[in-house]
């Protein structure tokens, strides 16, 4: 039996579609590479579907499913992606019909016995595995990284939900189903306006458990020290985050 449902995403989707990071095309281009064919992909736990409109421009089809209707609702439209609400262990799809299953960012809050289940069901033979996560960023100015690191290892921390330890390890905790394939470094990078970044600060979960705990904004404190700061608030900036990726290949007969 798949595990109750954690939805600490749904009020914030919105936010979540606006201010989160875009992952690099090189990832999709690696992971299209390697997949047997390019018929189908399932996006699992797509949230606003970013990763499921760039798997789009590669596969004839996709499918991604979240959990959260709101993030459903506030997903990014794409005429070869088809939305669903539905957990980490009903897809709805086929036996055997999926060239690539991906995570993106997501696999910390699965079921992932009850996820990866699904994936071995779905996936052609050699068909791909694929999860990625990221943490913290890394704000490229000297001044201003400081206020980012104190917001990030100050009192929000506390309000992390557990499953978040399975992200900070890179999901290396994590035991997949099949043998982890060689995977190039990737990075996330995205130049926000002051605005932008604080939108960013209040999209993370330990964020919004630490408003409903205490009834205030953790993030205005943050604000207000980047803005004395920060110069022009129009004025962009680059953020960086690694990307902790994990692939592996379903073997030609099972």
Not at 9 to 29: G, I, M, V
Not at 64 to 78: F, G, P, R
Not at 206 to 217: N, S
């Amino acid at each position: 039996m798949t595990s109750p449902f954690k939805d600490h995403f749904s009020a914030s989707a919105r936010a979540y579609a606006a201010f989160r990071p875009r992952y690099p095309d090189a990832l999709f281009d690696f992971l299209a590479g390697l997949t047997p064919g390019c018929a189908l992909a399932w996006d699992c736990g797509t949230g606003n579907g970013q990763a499921a409109v760039a798997l789009a421009e590669r596969f004839e089809r996709v499918v991604a499913t979240d959990a959260s209707a709101e993030q459903i609702d506030n997903a990014e439209h794409h005429p070869r992606v088809a939305y669903r609400v539905a957990r980490e262990s009903e897809s709805g799809l086929a036996d055997h019909g999926a060239d690539l299953v991906t995570a993106a960012q997501a696999l910390h809050w699965f079921d992932s016995a009850a996820f990866f289940g699904e994936a071995a069901r779905v996936l052609k033979p050699d068909g791909i595995l694929a999860a990625w996560t990221y943490v913290h960023p890394a704000l490229d100015d000297p001044v201003l990284f400081p206020v980012l690191e104190a917001f990030a290892e100050g009192p929000v921390k506390a309000c992390w939900p557990p499953e978040r330890r399975f992200a900070e390890e890179g999901y290396r905790s994590i035991a997949f189903p099949w043998p982890d394939l060689e995977a190039p470094a990737f990075q996330l990078e995205m130049n926000p306006t002051l605005a932008e970044l604080v939108g960013y600060l209040r999209t993370w979960s330990a964020t919004r458990r630490y408003v409903e705990a205490f009834g205030r904004d953790p993030v205005a404190g943050a604000e207000a020290a980047l803005a004395g700061l920060w110069g022009d608030p129009s004025h962009r900036r680059r953020l960086r985050w690694p990307l902790h990726l994990r692939v592996c290949r379903a073997p030609r007969s099972r």
